[in-house]
């Protein structure tokens, strides 16, 4: 079952502007989102996370926005760097579960 | 501060065999997962410590198993090799605070088995 689910595969902005990544899912139980940043054959990067009592968690060019009645999280980078261009994965973990579920993945392109 | 190191960081070995992984967490963090990575499947969960006690598991079979020492460092022993065991293996140690969870990746092993 897909608990987080990104829904866009792919997306392409250009450098300087705003990349937006967003990210769904089912299970209102969750305590914690988190999202990570990755390059082939390399394992994940931590980038931020946020709590689910919270609805917004900024570290430099990245924020993340939670909205719980949605169950929809976003990254937002900006600006955009040629550098930014990796696959992002979201997951959500329900702590007192020790359940951890990753996302799909999107591929963001920086272009120069 | 250190991150997450594993070893080794690369790895051959024939099926049949077993083979052992160490990790070791960042200090501080008492949580230490493990995934397997390949390009079909992506990122699947092993297994997870925290001091000293599995706390979960993912659907791999019994040939996977892992444990935790009392200094956090954690081990993963995959016995009877297949050829479809072959893949990057990660570890991750993870810390929660109030209000803030932070999971970070160690480099993995890669594995191949022929």
């Known amino acids: 079952d897909q608990q987080v689910k990104q829904n866009s595969p792919s997306l392409s902005v250009q450098e300087g502007r705003i990349s937006i990544l967003n990210c769904d899912y089912t299970?209102?139980?969750?305590?914690?989102f988190l999202w990570y940043k990755k390059y082939p054959a390399e394992g994940p990067t931590f980038l931020i996370s946020?709590?689910?009592?919270?609805d917004k968690n900024e570290d430099g060019r990245f924020t993340v926005f939670l909205n719980k009645s949605a169950k929809h999280l976003s990254l937002h980078i900006v600006p955009s760097q040629p550098g930014d261009s990796a696959v992002y994965f979201c997951?959500?973990?329900?702590?007192?579960?020790?359940?951890?579920?990753f996302g799909s993945g999107t591929k963001l392109n920086v272009k120069p | 501060k250190a991150g997450v190191t594993q070893t080794p960081r690369y790895l051959i070995k024939t099926r049949g065999q077993q083979v052992t992984l160490s990790c070791s967490p960042i200090?501080?963090?008492?949580?230490v997962s493990w995934y397997q990575q390949t390009p079909g499947q992506g990122l699947q969960f092993l297994f997870e410590?925290?001091?000293?006690?599995?706390?979960n598991k993912g659907n791999f079979p019994g040939r996977f198993s892992g444990r935790q020492f009392s200094n956090s460092r954690s081990e993963m022993n995959v016995s009877t090799l297949e050829l479809g065991d072959s893949a990057l293996y990660l570890c991750?140690?993870?810390?929660?605070?109030?209000?803030?969870?932070?999971?970070?990746f160690g480099p993995g092993t890669r594995l191949t088995v022929t």
């Open positions: 991750a140690s993870s810390l929660r605070t109030s209000g803030t969870y932070e999971q970070y």
């Open positions: 299970n209102s139980m969750f305590d914690y």
């Open positions: 946020i709590s689910s009592i919270k």
């Open positions: 997951a959500a973990l329900s702590y007192n579960f020790n359940k951890f579920y």
């Open positions: 200090s501080g963090h008492r949580s």
């Open positions: 410590y925290f001091s000293e006690t599995q706390r």
